[in-house]
C-alpha cells in the first residue's frame, strides 16, 4: 500500500509524476482512497428500438456493421453503424478517428456506453466508450462503473477515469484483506453491521450491487467523521489535563456592585445559564477554551463584560479584541459607560493610538494599574504585556487568523489565559461539532425582552421610488438609514461604481443641506472610513451608502432601516449580518432586500428565508444547505471540511453517533490503552502529520 504510484502496472513515470502533481497520489493507498464522486449504471442494457430523444446514458450490446469516414476539413468524421435485433443507431467519432478506426473490427459483438444525441431526426451516440465482448472480458461483468476527478493534462496522458478504473482493478488483484488494515474496533463494525474495511474499500471502486455500494458507503463516511471527532475530543481531554488555569473562586465587589447596582435590566435565562457555565470553567483549575455564540443583539457583550468583572475580582486583568477600531471603540466607550463608579481603570488599545499615549498605557498594563484592556490586532503586538492576565475575549473570533489567536496564549506566563471567543454568526449544529468539535460551546438562544422583531421586505427596481419616499418618512421621525452594496473582490470595480452611482441617485433625491449621506467603502483610508463612520454614529449624517465593510463593527440604535442593494449577491449568513445592523433600539425596523426582477432559483430561496425568519439558526441552516459547508464564512480557512465523502447536511445523523461513540471511548479509555482500541491508537499515530493543526487555539 504505500509502493511508490509509478511501479503500478500501467503507471510508470511519466503518469506517476502526473498524478503525483495534479491529484497528491504518491503510492498505491493514496490510489486507493481518492473515490469515485459517481457511478455509470452498468447493470442494464438497453434496446435501441426502445431509445428516443428523451433517452440519455445508454449501455447497448450489439454487432459493429459498418464503418465509414464522412465529410472534410473540421467536420470530418469517423461513423459506424451498430446494430442490435431491434433496430441501429449511428457512432461517431471527431477525434482520433484514425486510431479508432484501426482498434475497431467491422462484424465483431460490442457493448456500447454513451450519451444520446438528437441531431436532424437522427439518434447518434458521440464519442461512445467501446469494449469487445470476449470471453475473457471481465470488465464487462454488469457493474456500476466508478467516474473518478480528473483533469484535462490527466486524460491527455490517458489516465481518464477508465484507465484509472483498470488501475484499481491491478491493485485489487495483487492485494488481499491484510493489506488495508482494519481501523475501527470490532464491537462498532457488529453495531452498525458495517462490511470490513477492505471490503469497503472495494466495494466503492468496483461495487457489485447499489446495497454493497450503499454499505460500503456508509461505513467510509462514519470512519471520516468518527476520526475526526476523536482527534478534535482527543484534544480536548489533553488539553484539559495538561494546561492549567487560573482559578477564580469569589464573585466579589466589581461584579455584585454590577450586577445589582449597575445592570439596568433583568438578564435572558439564556444568559444567565452561560454564566454559570463560564463561572464552573474558572472554578474548575482548567483553562477555558469556551465558544459563545448568539444571534446579533442576543446580549454576548454584557456576558463577556461580566466574566472580565469574575477576573478582576480574583486579581487578574482581561482584555477584549475586536475585528476593527470603530468596533473596538464602540465597546470601550459602552464598557465604560456601564463600569463607571465602579473605580475600574479601562485602557483602548488600537494602531491610532501612538507616541506618548501609547507608552504610557503600556506602562500602565505592564504594572497592572489597567485592569480592563479593550482594542485591535494591536493588542497582540509583542510590546504590549500585561502585569496578570486572566481572562482573554475575542468578539467576531473568525476574523482573526488563528496564528493571531495563538498570540494571546503567550500574554501570561507560566499560566495561558482563560480563552472565551465570541460569534454573532450562527453556526448549525454539524458545522458546530466539526470545526469547534474541540471547544465547549455556550448559545444564547432568546433575545431580550421587549426587543421588537425586524420586518423585511422584498423590493424590485419598478418599487424604488416608493422606497425612497418610505426612507423620507423615517428620517422625518429622526432615524437614520444604511444602504448597503455588495463588494465581491472579483468584481470590486463594478462593486464601486454601483455604490457611486448609487450615492448619486440619493444625492439628487436627497439634497444638501436638508439631507446628510455618509460614503464607506474599503477602498478610503483607515482614517478617512473612521471619520465617515463617526458622523453617521453621533447623528449628523442620516443615510450611510456603504459597501459590507459595516456588517461588523457599527452599533447605532438610531438606525431603524436597512437597504441591502443587489441582494442576489449576498450569501444568507451575510444577510443576516447585515440585517443585525438595525433593531437595536426601541423602534420598529426595517430591512429591504432591492433585486432585479430576474433571480436564480438559489436567490429566490434566500431572499424568501430572509423574508421568512429572523431566527439566525434557522438561517444558518438554509445557509448549510444550500451553499454547503466549504462556503459558510469562516470555515474555508479551518482545513477540517476537507472530506472525500461526507456531506455535513445529509449525514448529520451519522455526525451525531460518531460522536457519542467517540466520546463514550474517550471517557473509559482516553489512552487507547484496551485492547479493542489497540487499531485506533495506530491509525492515529500513523496518521497525526496529516493531522497537525492548531487545536488547543481556540
Not at 247 to 260: A, E, I, M
Not at 376 to 387: G, K, M, R, W
Amino acid at each position: 500500500m504505500s509502493s511508490s504510484i509509478e511501479y503500478l502496472k500501467g503507471v510508470g513515470p511519466t503518469k506517476g509524476e502526473m498524478l503525483k502533481k495534479e491529484l497528491s497520489i504518491f503510492t498505491f493507498g493514496d490510489l486507493l482512497l481518492q473515490f469515485p464522486f459517481r457511478y455509470i449504471d452498468k447493470t442494464k442494457f438497453h434496446r435501441i428500438g426502445a431509445l428516443n430523444r428523451d433517452s440519455e446514458y445508454v449501455q447497448l450490446r450489439g454487432i459493429l456493421r459498418r464503418l465509414s469516414t464522412l465529410g472534410d476539413g473540421r467536420s470530418k468524421r469517423l461513423v459506424g453503424v451498430f446494430r442490435d435485433e431491434t433496430g441501429i443507431i449511428e457512432l461517431i467519432w471527431f477525434k482520433g478517428a484514425y486510431w479508432i478506426e484501426q482498434s475497431l473490427q467491422v462484424g465483431c459483438e460490442y457493448v456500447v456506453y454513451g450519451k444520446i444525441n438528437h441531431f436532424n431526426g437522427k439518434l447518434s451516440i458521440p464519442h461512445p466508450e467501446i469494449e469487445i465482448v470476449n470471453d475473457q472480458n471481465t470488465i464487462l461483468a454488469p457493474s456500476f462503473a466508478p467516474v473518478y476527478p480528473s483533469t484535462e493534462k490527466l486524460n491527455s496522458k490517458g489516465l481518464h477515469h477508465k484507465a484509472r478504473r483498470k488501475l484499481i482493478q491491478t491493485i485489487f488483484e495483487k492485494i488481499s484483506a491484510l493489506d488495508i488494515a482494519e481501523t475501527l474496533p470490532e464491537y462498532i463494525v457488529e453495531k452498525y453491521q458495517f462490511p470490513s474495511r477492505f471490503d469497503a474499500i472495494k466495494n466503492i471502486h468496483l461495487p457489485q450491487s447499489q446495497a454493497a455500494l450503499n454499505a460500503s458507503i456508509k461505513r467510509l463516511k462514519f470512519e471520516e467523521l468518527f476520526f475526526l471527532q476523536l482527534r478534535l475530543l482527543r484534544n480536548k481531554v489533553d488539553r484539559k489535563r495538561s494546561i492549567k488555569g487560573y482559578v477564580f473562586p469569589k464573585l466579589d465587589n466589581y461584579f455584585n456592585r454590577f450586577f445589582y447596582e449597575k445592570l439596568k435590566f433583568e438578564l435572558t435565562g439564556a444568559q444567565k445559564r452561560v454564566i454559570r457555565e463560564i463561572r464552573m470553567d474558572t472554578r474548575s483549575g482548567i483553562q477555558m477554551n469556551r465558544l459563545l455564540q448568539g444571534d446579533v443583539g442576543s446580549g454576548k457583550t454584557v456576558v463577556g463584560l461580566m466574566v472580565m468583572l469574575m477576573a478582576l475580582d480574583n486579581g487578574y486583568q482581561a482584555c477584549m479584541l475586536a475585528p476593527t477600531a470603530i468596533l473596538a471603540q464602540q465597546h470601550f466607550i459602552s464598557i465604560t459607560e456601564s463600569l463607571e463608579g465602579l473605580d475600574i481603570v479601562v485602557g483602548f488599545l488600537a494602531g491610532s493610538v501612538k507616541g506618548k499615549k501609547r507608552k504610557a498605557l503600556l506602562e500602565a498594563l505592564a504594572d497592572g494599574t489597567i485592569q480592563i484592556l479593550i482594542g485591535t490586532h494591536a493588542i497582540l503586538e509583542d510590546p504590549v504585556i500585561f502585569n496578570n492576565l486572566g481572562l482573554a475575549i475575542t468578539d467576531e473570533q473568525h476574523r482573526f487568523g488563528v496564528a493571531q489567536r495563538a498570540k494571546l496564549w503567550g500574554k501570561n506566563k507560566p499560566i495561558p489565559p482563560h480563552v472565551l471567543v465570541m460569534t454573532a454568526t450562527p453556526i448549525p449544529r454539524t458545522l458546530s461539532m466539526t470545526i469547534y468539535g474541540d471547544l465547549d460551546v455556550s448559545v444564547i438562544d432568546e433575545l431580550p425582552p421587549g426587543r421588537k422583531s425586524i420586518k423585511t421586505l422584498h423590493k424590485t427596481e419598478n418599487n424604488r421610488l416608493r422606497v425612497f419616499g418610505f426612507m423620507k418618512e423615517e428620517i422625518a421621525k429622526g432615524r437614520q438609514i444604511y444602504v448597503v452594496y455588495p463588494l465581491i473582490e472579483e468584481s470590486a470595480t463594478l462593486d464601486l461604481q454601483n455604490l457611486e452611482q448609487g450615492y448619486e441617485v440619493l444625492s439628487r433625491e436627497f439634497p444638501k443641506p436638508e439631507f446628510q449621506i455618509s460614503v464607506v467603502h474599503g477602498r478610503m483610508k483607515a482614517k478617512d472610513k473612521d471619520i465617515e463612520m463617526q458622523r453617521f454614529v453621533e447623528g449628523v449624517t442620516q443615510i450611510m451608502v456603504a459597501t459590507t465593510v459595516i456588517e461588523v463593527g457599527v452599533n447605532v440604535p438610531n438606525a431603524s432601516v436597512m437597504i441591502i442593494e443587489n441582494t442576489e449577491r449576498f450569501g444568507l449568513s451575510q444577510l443576516h449580518q447585515l440585517r443585525g445592523r438595525v433593531g437595536r433600539g426601541g423602534e420598529q425596523s426595517f430591512c429591504i432586500l432591492m433585486s432585479s426582477f430576474k433571480l436564480s432559483q438559489e436567490a429566490k430561496e434566500r431572499i424568501g428565508t430572509m423574508v421568512r425568519t429572523t431566527n439566525g439558526f434557522e438561517i444558518a441552516e438554509a445557509d448549510l444547505k444550500l451553499r454547503g459547508p466549504g462556503k459558510i464564512e469562516g470555515t474555508q480557512q479551518s482545513g477540517i471540511l476537507d472530506f472525500k465523502l461526507v456531506d455535513l447536511v445529509k449525514d448529520a445523523k451519522i455526525l451525531q453517533a460518531a460522536r457519542e461513540i467517540a466520546i463514550a471511548i474517550l471517557e473509559k479509555d482516553p489512552d487507547f490503552i484496551h485492547p479493542d482500541h489497540l487499531n485506533l491508537r495506530q491509525y492515529l499515530k500513523k496518521n497525526k502529520n496529516k493531522f497537525k493543526q492548531w487545536s488547543l487555539i481556540s
